[in-house]
């Protein structure tokens, strides 16, 4: 089964520093999105992209956050100047979007700002 | 006010028994969809079933089914013979527009469940 791939699993880095986080949503898919989770909480979202545009963003995706899609496959989400509150499992998903209602997870990069 | 309330933050089950996820929202779009997502221990996000607000039947997937009450808002997830392998983080999420559109998820807080052997 199609399944969204994430990388890195883990991934521990200083305060101030760039974090990149990749997927790879599921190949026929047009609609992809970028999800956050602090331990213990709710799943927000970040920013959702068709188009090679952004099409939708919360008030969390402030200027530190940016997304891109540099080739067919790939879509980032690079976090410029971590901080601490940025430490959460980062869930990129994907959905087909014309006919198909289901969005799918890929399974989470944590992240741990130190 | 919440968009989705999941009012159970832990629920028990006996092995083999059903049991029922409680999950209300809130909406004035007349397109939206309704998810359910499990998410184990592990931490990743494992698609359950989808219920779109002009459906007509409840949806149902294998031990999963949906009862959709659009009049109450509620969308409660049910599994069927419960399995150990079901303990988990159980989220109800919604998102408001037609199909097709990039808009977002909105999820609830999420209710523990623990199948007991």
């Known amino acids: 089964e199609p399944e969204v791939t994430q990388t890195p699993s883990h991934q521990v880095t200083q305060m101030g520093q760039e974090v990149i986080l990749r997927c790879v949503p599921i190949s026929n898919h047009l609609y992809f999105y970028w999800y956050r989770q602090i331990l213990g909480q709710k799943v927000e979202f970040l920013v959702s992209f068709y188009n090679n545009e952004i099409s939708e963003k919360s008030e969390i995706f402030d200027d530190q956050f940016s997304v891109e899609r540099p080739d067919g496959s790939n879509f980032t989400l690079k976090i410029r100047s971590t901080k601490l509150e940025d430490s959460a499992m980062y869930f990129c998903?994907?959905?087909?979007?014309?006919?198909?209602?289901?969005?799918?997870f890929g399974e989470g990069s944590w992240l741990t700002v130190v | 006010a919440q968009k989705i309330t999941q009012t159970q933050p832990g629920m028990f089950v006996q092995e083999k028994e059903a049991v029922t996820l409680d999950c209300t929202y809130d909406?004035?779009?007349?397109?939206?969809?309704l998810f359910w997502y499990k998410q184990p221990s592990s931490g990743e996000m494992i698609f359950l079933i989808y219920?779109?607000?002009?459906?007509?039947q409840n949806a149902t997937e294998g031990r999963y089914s949906l009862n959709f009450q659009k009049a109450r808002k509620s969308a409660n997830l049910v599994i069927s013979a419960s399995q150990l392998g079901d303990s988990a983080m159980y989220f109800c999420a919604m998102r408001e527009g037609r199909v097709g559109s990039a808009r977002q998820l909105t999820f609830g807080s999420g209710t523990q469940l623990t199948v007991l052997p």
């Open positions: 219920q779109g607000s002009y459906d007509q």
């Open positions: 909406t004035s779009d007349p397109s939206y969809g």
């Open positions: 998903a994907s959905s087909e979007g014309t006919t198909g209602n289901t969005i799918y």
